[in-house]
């Protein structure tokens, strides 16, 4: 017969350490629950609001491709212009350092065309205001509240020229509170940059409130151009832009005028020394040497090549 017998092994505590009471080791594990818990919530990111579909609701629950942008998150990143936003938008390309914006292609699907009358496959909104043509879409980016970008055709809500997706910028709004506010940025960097943005906004009453926001923002050339020994892609650009808010009883109305000088380079080519064109050129023109790297240019530019405009908006 074999008999089992029951064997009970007591571990030594560590130096320094107590033995705990059941009770106490429960309430430790469930402080610890609990601190992890509201370490977890600290880290839930807020709820995104967008109007992509023409309504307001959460970007977890619009059945498209987008990628939204806010205000802050652009002031943070320095975003130039509307063309910036392509840096951040997966499938998107084409931006460059000039006016156009033909050559902003969205999934593959662009339109090339230069002119200012010609309409882009890709519709660009500042504050749901339509601004198709290739010079005026381009606007800088201040005092923003978010940045919408929506991939593949939206015809059915944006319009015939949405075929390749749809640009949506919103800025700040006035908004009627109690006291008056704004604020203030300034950044500088190399090449002389200096850019400048601001906002204040005042409560004029209990229904009314303005918006006064401005922007600067200027840089040197930084593409050596070794036919005349210049600099080029240099741009100085200024934007003031008045906003104001109404909200009676059964009236809300938004009015915005906004006002930018940009004086800028324009687009800066360089050919490719190689391939049949090249070869083509080479044989009717003799051995042709592009002076510099492929970051500099060697450009006959006598004839001129600014890119200004003065655009207004009112909304």
Do not use: C
Request: aromatic fraction near 8%.
């Amino acid at each position: 017969m074999t008999t089992l017998r029951s064997t009970t092994t007591h571990a030594k505590a560590a130096p320094g350490f107590k033995r705990l009471p059941l009770a106490q080791g429960i309430a430790l594990v469930v402080a610890a629950g609990l601190g992890a818990h509201a370490s977890a919530e600290s880290r839930i990111l807020e709820e995104v609001v967008v109007t992509a579909t023409k309504r307001s609701e959460s970007v977890q629950d619009v059945p498209l491709a987008i990628t939204a942008l806010s205000g802050q998150f652009a002031r943070a990143v320095n975003l130039n212009d509307v063309k910036d936003l392509v840096s951040f938008t997966p499938g998107v390309s084409g931006n460059s350092q000039d006016s156009f914006i033909d050559a902003i292609s969205v999934r593959g699907v662009r339109t090339q065309d230069f002119g200012v009358g010609g309409d882009p496959s890709a519709a660009f909104f500042k504050n749901d205001l339509y601004e198709g043509r290739n010079g005026s879409a381009v606007t800088s980016l201040f005092d923003m509240d978010r940045a919408e970008i929506l991939r593949g055709p939206q015809g059915f809500l944006f319009g015939r020229n949405s075929i390749g997706g749809a640009f949506s910028v919103y800025t700040h709004k006035a908004e009627i509170n109690d006291e008056v506010d704004g604020y203030l940025d300034l950044d500088v960097g190399q090449n002389n940059h200096a850019a400048f943005e601001g906002a204040v906004n005042i409560p004029v009453n209990d229904n009314m409130a303005l918006r006064l926001a401005g922007y600067h923002s200027e840089e040197d050339g930084f593409v050596d151009n070794f036919f005349d020994g210049s600099q080029l892609i240099s741009h100085n650009k200024s934007a003031l832009r008045l906003s104001g808010t109404f909200i009676g009883e059964n009236l809300t109305a938004h009015g915005t005028a906004e006002y930018e000088d940009r004086q800028q380079s324009g687009s800066v080519y360089r050919a490719i020394e190689t391939g049949d064109i090249w070869d083509t050129l080479e044989a009717a023109l003799g051995d042709v040497n592009l002076r510099g790297g492929a970051q500099d240019a060697d450009i006959d530019r006598s004839r001129g090549d600014q890119d200004n405009a003065d655009i207004l908006s009112l909304g």
